[in-house]
């Protein structure tokens, strides 16, 4: 099952586990949002410009991967408030 980060830069927050999706609900909450594979290391946060604006962070263990998915880490390019909405929207 894909696991979801919360990284905020401005509060040196590497990463904090937000989310553990099925994979129907992971395609749901990304369905409209741009999606970056990072590579197999968890990104850091001297990985991208100072003052970065928080982010989102989805690994995939190779067991939880499929045709379109690799095994890895993928930035999820969206409001925090937004993905939050979203994992709201799966509850109901």
Known sequence: MPNLYFCQPHAMNQGMLRA???LPEFEKVVSKRPVTYFGEKFPT????????????VIRFSVSETNGHWQPGYYRLDS????IN???RELAR
Do not use: K, R
Not at 45 to 56: I, K, R, S, Y
Not at 79 to 82: D, F, G, I, K, T
């Open 85 to 87: 909405d979203a994992l």
């Open 45 to 56: 946060l001297t990985e991208g410009p100072a003052g970065e604006a928080d982010f989102a």
């Open 79 to 82: 409001n925090l408030n937004q």
């Open 20 to 22: 553990v999706l099925s």
